[in-house]
């Protein structure tokens, strides 16, 4: 089992997006946090007002975007963008076909990229 946490700008706002991708709220804690699960990944939201959020010793603030990136496979590629882009999704691109399958970036509400991934 892994977690991994991602800041986002609005929890309330990223969750119909990681719903659409499979995720289930499992526990809130107030506005600014939520813990989802997808199999065996819990995925912790974080927004404003967490821990994770302050501002660090050197004056470093934590931001969401950036390229690390959660890998959630899917069984149907096409079928997942059409549900994300129903919540408003952004797609970093076009999927990219490669050795082991396709994937596309697609970015929560936040901008965290997600890679949807489909094997051949």
């Known amino acids: 089992m892994a977690t991994i946490r991602y800041l986002v700008n609005d929890v309330d706002a990223a969750l ?7 995720f289930v709220e499992t526990q809130r804690w107030g506005r600014p946090f939520a813990m989802l699960a997808r199999g065996d990944l819990t995925l912790w939201l974080s927004g404003p007002g967490t821990s994770a959020a302050r501002p ?3 004056g470093s603030v934590p931001a969401p975007g950036g390229w690390n ?7 149907d590629l096409p079928a997942a963008m059409a549900s994300l882009a129903q919540t ?4 970093r691109s ?3 076909s490669g050795p082991g ?6 970015e929560d509400p936040s901008g965290n990229p997600i890679e949807l991934f489909c094997a051949r």
Do not use: H, K, N, S
């Not at 119909?16 to 499979?22: E, I, T, V």
């Not at 990136?69 to 069984?75: F, L, M």
């Open 16 to 22: 119909p997006f990681y719903a659409a991708l499979g």
């Open 101 to 106: 399958g396709t994937q596309v970036l697609v």
């Open 88 to 91: 408003g999704a952004r797609f």
């Open 56 to 58: 660090l010793a050197d």
């Open 94 to 96: 076009e999927p990219v």
């Open 69 to 75: 990136r959660i890998v959630v496979e899917v069984d």
